[in-house]
């Protein structure tokens, strides 16, 4: 399984961005998947998360309310759609994916095995 994510960039405080994960993968729709992010000189953290249809998401609560995570699995894509973006938002981006029963989604990283390379996100003031 490889992820590639993609969609990041700068923006200005308040602004949005959307980030795609692209999976190779023959049936996507087996596959939890998730957004973590990684700021500089902090540790990666948790950001959402959905189920293998999509049916059930899960958010950090410093985005709550503000990022939706989605997906398309007849197209193999994951999305993270960004709004009211703060400073604090700045990180690189990290995709990820697991194997998993219907309605599981994981909030841990350790509950991925695979990951994209990540994309960068910065949010200026």
């Known amino acids: 399984v490889q992820l590639q994510a993609s969609g990041g960039g700068l923006v200005q405080a308040g602004g949005s961005l959307r980030l795609s994960c692209r999976a190779s993968?023959?049936?996507?729709?087996?596959?939890?998947m998730g957004w973590f992010r990684q700021a500089p000189g902090k540790e990666r953290e948790f950001v959402a998360a959905?189920?293998?249809?999509?049916?059930?998401?899960y958010y950090a609560d410093s985005v709550k309310g503000r990022f939706t995570i989605s997906r398309d699995n007849a197209k193999n894509m994951g999305y993270l759609q960004m709004s009211n973006l703060k400073p604090e938002d700045t990180a690189v981006y990290y995709c990820?994916?697991?194997?998993?029963?219907?309605?599981?989604?994981?909030?841990?990283?350790?509950?991925?095995?695979?990951w994209g390379q990540g994309t960068l996100v910065t949010v200026s003031s």
């Open positions: 993968v023959r049936t996507f729709s087996n596959y939890r």
């Open positions: 959905t189920s293998r249809g999509g049916t059930r998401q």
């Open positions: 990820a994916a697991n194997l998993a029963p219907p309605n599981a989604y994981a909030v841990r990283s350790e509950d991925y095995a695979y």
